[in-house]
């Protein structure tokens, strides 16, 4: 599964009413920020813990997928049991053994399961085992399928709720200082050749004592 990253996708800050162009006129033009968004990405604290947060979740779905990958052969009840010892933590000696033991078990009824398949003529014990494994395998993989677009839509949600948290309060924080010296605008600093008011370290000061809060 592919690692991704909650990331600040924020573009020109439009903050304040700027006013028309003629209405600068005969008075002073409205103050303009700059902002790093690349240093705030770096340097916000509560983003990098919901980044961990995210990373750890996809961490979990990963496993479940490769359990049920490893597993896809076993029957109902070995399938409880090593999930059963696999949700136990780090485990023993013992414990590791018999997990080995079943994922080799499950990989032997596959490779068998595509022998039976290529075999032109099978005794009536042997059509009843092939039968019986392809049919426990296509069900398997369904699951297997179901799971994956299950997981993924968890993971889309999990995302955007995460990114959103991430979004609003950097939003906030820009609009917070931007107010505080009197900004009509605040824009990107990647985007900006020259001028304007540096207020990414102030930006950065309100994220992380909200965060401390």
């Not at 494994?133 to 995302?159: D, F, N, P, S």
Request: hydrophobic residues 40%.
């Amino acid at each position: 599964m592919k690692r991704v990253f909650l990331c600040v996708a924020l573009g020109a800050a439009l903050l304040g009413g700027v006013g028309s162009r003629a209405a600068w006129c005969g008075a002073e033009a409205p103050k303009w920020g700059v902002i790093d968004m690349e240093r705030v990405a770096a340097e916000y604290q509560e983003m990098q813990r919901l980044n961990q947060e995210f990373q750890e979740f996809q961490r979990e779905q990963e496993l479940q997928l490769e359990e049920k990958h490893t597993t896809r052969l076993l029957t109902d009840g070995e399938r409880q049991e090593f999930l059963d010892l696999a949700a136990m933590g780090a485990p023993t000696e013992a414990r590791q053994q018999r997990l080995t033991e079943l994922a080799e078990l499950s990989n032997e009824r596959e490779k068998r399961m595509v022998e039976l398949r290529k075999k032109e003529e099978c005794t009536e014990e042997e059509a009843a085992e092939r039968d019986e494994l392809g049919a426990r395998y296509e069900a398997r993989m369904a699951e297997l399928a179901a799971l994956q677009a299950e997981l993924r839509a968890g993971r889309t949600a999990k995302y955007e709720e995460l990114s959103k948290l991430v979004a609003d309060s950097v939003d906030n924080a820009i609009k917070a200082a931007a107010e505080e010296q009197k900004l009509g605008l605040v824009l990107r600093k990647d985007s900006v050749l020259y001028g304007g008011v540096e207020i990414t370290d102030a930006v950065i000061e309100k994220l992380n004592a909200k965060g401390e809060s």
